[in-house]
């Protein structure tokens, strides 16, 4: 729906007229109007002002006055799309190349936002609406998005609803509502055991929103704000350097020599600035910059943080979960440790194992789906930080719970087609879900191995370590289960020198296999393949490695099946190959031979083979000996007495010639014959 309103009045089908009613409804002028229609109004202005900027910009007071008056402090959802309404006003969050328009701010004294802490603060003890926990979401978007100095703002809006928060626990100590503010963050931790959960849990999750856009306020606000800062003076000094050219061409030769041996242009500009660099170089001050505030400043900045008082008491109800079992506390304590480890590496990498833990222990699925969520976020900030714990990521493809099953498919498919998590053996986890019983997750899958076969040969890669650990004696995973997998994504193998080379690596698995359901699935996997001739001959070349597993009856109908596949479509060459390889199959599956007897019996085979090319050779060259040798006893008859030979005839020479010749191709053609036969151990 508010595409739809935005394209209204992009479209002009929606008149000034319209909107002018939607704002007297709004602030209920018209009679009549009932607080769900003033909200469904406010609903409306804040879509079309997607569109057109100007709709909220000039009735800015009203929509403060009303939006954020009595109402929002007994009706948080109205409060809420008041925010909304507001967050407009900032226009698009995407800046566009080469603009350098002042950014839409307020100041930190402006009435929105102390209207917005009185809100906030008022609403912070008022469990029974459920509504409140969206609103200091919209809220303090509103703040981040459109204050001067957000930060300063969140810093007293923490403080003075710790400071109500405390007020509401239990009436034993009556000293609360007189301490100081700037210490209830000392003495908050230690009384955290007495704290409503309820009460806790808005403390926790409004803590935990402001680290998240205080880190986007310093990676998109900030950095933007120093980047056109950046590009004005770059401008103002390009201006300058077009006056000092022109004046510069007015001087004299003698001038232009005498300034040409300084390391600066005669324009006034730097080496840098010559070279272009001095872009690259202020963009790399700047992330450094900014890069040192997020680790020393917030969450680690000890009692000079923004954040960083309230870490203990965070990481008190995570690591206590017997205590604090509150289910709405534990997911805000969780979504905030998340969110402060996102902000700083140092504090990351101390306490990643205990996200960990709590992702595998934790009893409720929306927790362990955010800490999922969570794990994405922090592998594109930190990703050698969380490469080690990549398998607890895969191992959550088992999870019981459907929601987190789905969330772990999207945030690995993001991770890996970014490469920001290698394709690996452990990929056969998501292979399970293939045959999912939740059709959602069943589909996502399809379109992760979809996509993924165009990533160049991944699927290709991983395909025998991902067969190896799918029919794992420990895997518990039915033959039928797995054939359907392997049917999937065996599709996906289409290049010749793949399946040749992936014939090789099913082959050699066999010899690591421990039983006899590995065969069989090795067996099969190799029976879905399609043979050329290289792929037959790489089989009957690699015989050893499965010849003994033939006395099987499922493993000999699987490579059996193979050969009757393969002189469908073989040429007249390959039936030589076949005959061999069928015979040889029969022998195994008949005698039961070891895998030493089949060995000796190739190399016999091999050397059989080189026998007869050797006696081959040696029979066309005594032939052609014995015809050289004829010819010059004959030449010796013919000679006359005076020791010359006599005259012979042009088509004499010629017949003889071709005599040679056709003896030695009949020797050729015979030789070749010999080869074409199949070669049996007598």
């Given at each position: ?239 300058k350097r077009l006056g000092r050219r022109s004046s510069t061409v007015r001087k004299s030769i003698s001038l ?287 015989f050893a490695c499965f010849a003994d597993k033939l006395v099987d009856d499922e493993v000999y109908n699987s ?124």
């Open positions: 729906m508010r595409l739809q309103v935005i394209e209204f009045v992009k479209e002009g089908d929606i008149s000034q007229s319209v909107i002018q009613m939607l704002w007297e409804r709004f602030s209920m002028k018209m009679p009549g109007t009932t607080a769900s229609e003033s909200r469904a109004a406010l609903q409306l202005l804040g879509m079309a002002a997607g569109a057109e900027v100007d709709i909220v910009r000039s009735n800015f007071e009203i929509l403060v006055a009303e939006g954020l008056g009595e109402r929002a402090c007994t009706d948080f959802q109205f409060a809420a799309d008041t925010c909304t309404a507001l967050l407009k006003m900032a226009g698009s969050e995407k800046v566009k190349a080469g603009a350098h328009e002042t950014p839409y701010k307020f100041a930190a004294d402006n009435e929105i936002f102390s209207r917005l802490l009185v809100v906030l603060i008022a609403g912070a003890s008022k469990l029974e609406d459920s509504s409140y926990t969206h609103l200091v979401k919209q809220a303090i978007a509103v703040i981040y998005r459109i204050a001067e100095h957000p930060d300063q703002i969140c810093t007293k809006l923490l403080q003075d609803v710790s400071t109500v928060i405390l007020s509401c626990q239990s009436d034993d100590d009556p000293g609360t509502e007189n301490e100081n503010s700037e210490d209830i963050f000392e003495k908050a931790t230690p009384r955290v055991a007495g704290i409503h959960p309820g009460y806790l849990a808005r403390l926790i999750n409004m803590a935990g929103e402001v680290a998240l856009k205080q880190l986007v306020h310093l990676d998109v606000s900030v950095a933007g704000e120093l980047k056109r800062r950046r590009a004005v003076k770059q401008e103002d000094r390009d201006r232009t020599r005498s300034t040409s041996k300084t390391k600066v242009s005669a324009t006034g500009e730097s080496v840098e600035e010559e070279m272009g660099l001095t872009a690259a170089i202020a963009d790399d001050e700047e992330a450094e910059y900014i890069r040192k505030i997020c680790e020393n400043e917030i969450v680690t900045g000890g009692s000079h943080g923004l954040l960083s008082q309230f870490a203990p008491m965070i990481l008190k109800v995570c690591t206590n979960p017997a205590v604090y079992n509150n289910e709405e506390l534990q997911i805000a304590a969780t979504l905030a440790l998340s969110r402060f480890m996102v902000l700083s590496s140092v504090f990351c990498e101390t306490h990643l194992q205990l996200l960990f833990t709590i992702l595998e222990k934790s009893p409720h699925s929306a927790i362990r789906a955010n800490t999922i969520v969570a794990f994405g976020d922090l592998t594109i900030r930190f990703p050698n930080l969380t490469e080690p714990w990549t398998s607890h990521l895969y191992a959550r493809l088992l999870d019981e719970s459907s929601n987190v099953r789905t969330y772990t498919i999207k945030v690995l498919a993001l991770l890996i087609f970014n490469d920001m998590v290698k394709v690996k053996g452990q990929i056969s986890e998501m292979a399970t879900c293939l045959l999912d019983k939740d059709e959602k997750i069943a589909n996502l899958a399809k379109l992760f191995f979809s996509e993924l076969s165009k990533k160049g040969n991944a699927i290709y890669n991983m395909l025998p370590e991902m067969i190896s650990r799918l029919s794992q004696p420990d895997s518990a995973m039915e033959k039928e289960s797995f054939q359907t997998i392997i049917r999937y994504l065996f599709s996906f193998i289409q290049k010749e020198k793949q399946l040749e080379v992936l014939v090789e690596k099913l082959c050699h698995r066999f010899r690591a296999t421990r039983c006899d359901r590995q065969w069989h699935d090795l067996a099969f996997c190799l029976s879905l393949l399609s043979y050329s001739e290289r792929s037959l001959r790489k089989l009957s070349e690699n490579f059996f099946s193979i050969v009757q596949k393969a002189r469908k479509t073989c040429k007249q060459d390959v039936k030589a190959i076949l005959d061999e390889l069928e015979q040889r199959l029969h022998e195994c599956h008949v005698k039961g031979l070891t895998e030493e007897e089949v060995a000796e019996k190739a190399a016999k085979h091999s050397q059989a083979a080189k026998n007869a090319k050797q006696v081959h050779r040696r029979r066309g060259k005594a032939h052609i000996d014995s015809a050289s040798s004829s010819a010059e006893s004959e030449d010796e008859e013919n000679r006359s007495p005076d020791g010359k030979r006599p005259a012979v005839s042009v088509a004499a020479k010629r017949t003889s010639s071709v005599a040679v010749s056709r003896g030695v191709r009949r020797s050729t053609r015979n030789n070749s014959r010999h080869h074409a036969m199949p070669l049996t151990d007598e």
